[in-house]
């Protein structure tokens, strides 16, 4: 499975725009970019997914490099409760996988 | 509508009991997935229901875990005798695809918490 290195932690002040930084440097070109997030004391929640366009929607938007190596998760006006854990994962897009695979993400906490 | 849900909450077991954990997914969807999280870590995969079939389990640690979805709705993992090393969320999402696919995310259950004494 292609790999995606995060930093651990990060810190926002409420209010203020925050981007999540991913590297996926061995991304194929069937590989998706998903996001979820882990609030504290709960399920991982999907945020956004992406193959090569920016993407929007009511949560976040995702802004992919154009050599497809890097994203970016950003959150345009951070609030308390966007303090979670966020994770950036390569999807396949063919059949036959059965298996979504979380590192460890990135700590986001946000500052009142 | 509801979503997953997970069933208990919170669970204590004595070293060596056998526990059963049980997984609502949202109705209608084909997919089930078991994942475990260790504190401080990313969920890890433990297995995969396609309806009633047990199509990947790859994941189990040992033996002592076991899961059903004998209608293909609810799904039960179960641990014998438990040990400390157990002690995880157990955390279990639906999905209306067959397996992982690009766009049809999981929808994940809030966790059975099981602390092994």
């Known amino acids: 499975d292609a790999k995606t290195t995060q930093p651990n932690s990060m810190e926002s002040n409420e209010e203020e725009p925050v981007h999540l930084p991913c590297n996926h440097s061995?991304?194929?070109?069937?590989?998706?970019i998903h996001w979820y997030r882990q609030l504290p004391s709960q399920g991982p929640e999907y945020v956004i997914h992406?193959?090569?366009s920016n993407v929007n929607n009511r949560m976040a938007s995702l802004a992919i490099a154009e050599d497809r190596k890097s994203s970016t998760l950003i959150l345009h006006r951070a609030t308390l409760r966007d303090a979670a854990v966020y994770y950036c994962?390569?999807?396949?897009?063919?059949?036959?996988?059965?298996?979504?695979?979380f590192g460890k993400g990135t700590k986001l906490s946000v500052i009142p | 509508g509801a979503g997953v849900s997970q069933s208990p909450r919170y669970k204590v077991a004595k070293r060596g009991q056998d526990v059963a954990l049980r997984c609502d997914p949202i109705?209608?969807?084909?997919?089930l997935f078991w994942y475990q999280q260790a504190l401080g870590q990313g969920p890890e995969f433990l297995t995969y229901?396609?309806?009633?079939?047990?199509?990947?389990k790859s994941g189990l640690p040992s033996d002592r875990f076991f899961a059903e979805r004998p209608e293909g709705s609810v799904s039960t993992l179960k641990i014998q005798r438990t040990q400390q090393e157990d002690s995880a969320v157990y955390l279990c999402a639906s999905s209306l695809a067959r397996g992982i696919t690009y766009n049809s995310p999981l929808h994940f259950g809030n966790g059975t918490r099981l602390t092994v004494t």
């Open positions: 061995t991304i194929s070109g069937t590989d998706y």
């Open positions: 109705s209608g969807h084909v997919s």
């Open positions: 229901f396609q309806n009633e079939a047990q199509l990947d």
């Open positions: 994962i390569l999807v396949y897009s063919g059949a036959g996988s059965y298996q979504l695979t």
């Open positions: 992406g193959l090569t």
